[in-house]
């Protein structure tokens, strides 16, 4: 390693600047710690099934110390500590060894890092400048190993990998920004706060207008992202209130956008995490990529109606001098991007991918200028008109392009793929906009007590739908139950304490955890309590509901059974390391004991003891006449580590009954210690349920 520090990174430095050209490595010690492995998944669904994902949560705290010197002065690097989460893709299949024709990596979103400089350079600690520094070194990192970017290794001698490294997108998920309510007050002196809202899926960042004094903001914004990779990247939400000075922060989102795939449409409010209170109203639109040339319409309010994808490969004979450097500027309409600079090469190789949305394909072109970086004169265009793409049933341009403004031997390969954005079409029998829609209004949290769950109108549940899993924490989440109103009005059930389900993996839980069998209700099986490895990383957000509680010894036909198994409950508990916070999920129940016989109406309770306060309790959505519940639904309880080993889980099942009805008892519950668990790894566990007398809440 040090003499390729020597050898090829040095040279590299030096080559950067006139001022860097005396760079010099004096001391290279990589230390003895190496990377460590937090948890692996491996998805089953939602995939091709022809390749084999994985997703690998890295943590490196390195011991390492790098000392440089520039002309006098000194300085260096001592630690570094880096965390996230790396896609690796095998694929293709093979039917020998090495089994798979290459391995792909890349970061679904930009890792966290941090760097403790010396000497000289430890100027970039200070406060501000270290945030700047490290982000230039992540944004480094993300323009080569974070999405779109990947990195293609083949493991087979003749293996073609074009295609596996610029696959084409999975779609464009069209963001509709339209109000918030209920926002936290920042400024405390007038009253309000001046909300506005970053929205963010992968690299690609927009930001909203700002929203002056106002708790409740309306903004009827429009936003278009390309999905490339899915299951996996999400769509990041985060509401500050502009100062002069820091922003404060409103509240976040993260929504899975392999949901929103899946529903076509999703029209609803979703409660803030990390936050007292708030809500928001997105509509959000899934455009499938299609070659269906009837669907391609003209432009409509500013609406993109297709994507064109650029593949951007090489050039050959560029008149240019030999020490000179090139770089590509490509545009359409009014977006215009810039690839790589490739140094000292007349033949330079960017093997790039560039996306731009098009309103108009029969007469938008795309304009291509090839650049001398020191000289900045211009080496080479091209223009080629996208209604070339149309004439091929495929929509698709593979070829070398004789450049203008260049020698007659110049030309550019590339290959230009064209797409039409067709939406789902709602069911037009149906009231609803999509599977998991919510339009009602939002009920406000300083009525209720807290960031809460909007209350639907009475349910109609319909059967259970296969459960997922979140991206972050390998956790299941259900989707929601559609429920209909008589009043015109469109609502769906769906759990509290999650904004939105996560597609991936399922959860190391015990087979059969996704649907429950109903047991005898008399009889408790034995069951071995084992524990299974679960996936790390973050996931939605939960919020408490607000409802007074009653608990008493359960006694059923004139038997006390306190103390006796009054059924089982299934928990998938596991610590997310990046998001630093606990995620409890509430797979479900069965063999509960009924208080009487007019049935049981069961939902479940959960505290991080010893905080019992109202705003911190966490609570399912109730379930109707059953013994044996499924709710997957998933909560988060934002705390350090070392702080959730001292804590108590606190997990009651209650049966929902009036306030003045004497049947509203608690069924039972579980406390789980979890200085005694490995948090980390997670585990996923069926808990036989007791009765307690000490509960009061």
């Not at 190789?349 to 000289?375: N, P, Y």
């Not at 008109?385 to 020698?407: I, N």
Request: glycine residues 6%.
């Amino acid at each position: 390693m040090e003499k390729a520090f020597k050898e090829k990174v040095e040279p590299k430095i030096r080559a950067k600047n006139v001022h860097l050209r005396t760079c010099t490595f004096t001391k290279l010690d990589f230390g003895e710690k190496c990377p460590k492995i937090n948890g692996v998944k491996a998805y089953t669904k939602e995939i091709d099934r022809r390749q084999v994902t994985l997703d690998v949560q890295i943590s490196y705290i390195g011991d390492c110390e790098i000392h440089m010197e520039i002309s006098k002065f000194k300085g260096g690097v001592k630690g570094i500590q880096l965390h996230g989460t790396l896609r690796m893709i095998l694929e293709p299949l093979l039917p020998d060894v090495p089994f798979f024709g290459a391995l792909t990596i890349f970061f679904m979103q930009k890792p966290h890092l941090e760097i403790n400089w010396v000497g000289l350079t430890n100027l970039l600690d200070a406060p501000g400048i270290s945030e700047m520094s490290d982000t230039l070194i992540q944004d480094l990192i993300a323009s080569r190993l974070v999405l779109p970017n990947r990195i293609t290794i083949p493991l087979k001698k003749n293996m073609n990998i074009s295609q596996l490294r610029f696959p084409i997108p999975r779609g464009v998920v069209r963001v509709h920004l339209l109000q918030a309510e209920n926002l936290v007050q920042k400024d405390h002196f007038r009253g309000k706060s001046d909300p506005y809202a970053n929205l963010r899926v992968g690299l690609v960042q927009f930001r909203s207008k700002t929203i002056q004094r106002n708790l409740n903001p309306i903004w009827n914004e429009m936003y278009e992202f390309v999905v490339h990779e899915l299951p996996g990247q999400d769509l990041e939400v985060d509401l500050y209130d502009e100062d002069t000075d820091k922003d404060d922060f409103l509240g976040s989102l993260l929504i899975n956008l392999t949901d929103v795939m899946n529903d076509g449409i999703v029209d609803k409010w979703f409660p803030l995490s990390k936050t007292e209170s708030g809500h928001l109203h997105l509509k959000l639109e899934w455009l499938s990529l299609v070659t269906d040339q009837e669907k391609l319409h003209q432009d409509k309010n500013g609406l993109a109606t297709a994507l064109l994808i650029v593949y951007l490969e090489s050039a050959c004979n560029l008149s240019m001098d030999q020490d000179a450097s090139s770089y590509v500027v490509l545009s359409v309409g009014n977006k215009t991007l810039k690839s790589k600079t490739c140094k000292f090469n007349k033949d330079p190789m960017w093997g790039q991918a560039f996306t731009f949305f098009v309103h108009s394909a029969q007469s938008q072109s795309l304009h291509l200028e090839i650049k001398d970086k020191d000289r900045q004169n211009v080496l080479g265009t091209l223009a080629v008109s996208l209604s070339h793409l149309l004439k091929d049933s495929e929509m698709t341009l593979d070829q070398r392009f004789q450049l203008d403004q260049s020698g007659l031997d110049s030309f550019i390969k590339m290959k230009l793929v064209l797409r039409v954005l067709c939406i789902k079409e709602p069911d037009p029998q149906s009231n609803n906009t999509g599977g998991k829609a919510l339009k009602q209004v939002p009920v406000p949290a300083a009525e209720k007590g807290g960031n809460q769950h909007k209350s639907p109108l009475p349910p109609k549940i319909e059967p259970s739908k296969v459960s997922h899993v979140s991206k972050d924490s390998g956790v299941p989440e259900a989707k929601g139950a559609k429920k209909e109103s008589t009043a015109g009005l469109t609502v769906i059930e769906h759990p509290a304490g999650s904004a939105v389900n996560e597609n991936s993996a399922e959860f190391n839980a015990p087979a059969g955890s996704q649907y429950l069998e109903p047991h005898p209700l008399v009889t408790l099986p034995t069951r071995k309590l084992e524990h299974s490895a679960a996936p790390s990383v973050a996931s939605l957000s939960s919020f408490a509901t607000s409802c007074f509680e009653l608990d008493s010894n359960l006694a059923l036909n004139g038997t006390n059974l306190t103390g006796m198994p009054l059924g089982e409950i299934q928990l998938a508990v596991r610590y997310a390391s990046l998001r630093r916070s606990l995620i409890v999920m509430i797979n479900g129940c069965r063999n509960l004991m009924p208080p009487s016989n007019r049935g049981v109406d069961p939902y479940v309770r959960v505290y991080l003891l010893p905080d019992k306060r109202r705003a911190s309790r966490r609570k399912t959505t109730v379930k109707k006449k059953t013994f044996d519940p499924h709710y997957d639904e998933k909560f988060e309880f934002f705390e350090s580590l070392e702080e959730v080993k001292k804590r108590t889980l606190d997990i009651a099942v209650k049966n929902s009954r009036s306030l003045i009805s004497r049947e509203r008892r608690e069924l039972g519950k579980v406390l789980i210690d979890l200085s005694k668990e490995d948090l980390i790894k997670g585990f996923s566990q069926w808990y036989e349920l007791r009765t307690y007398r000490q509960s009061r809440r």
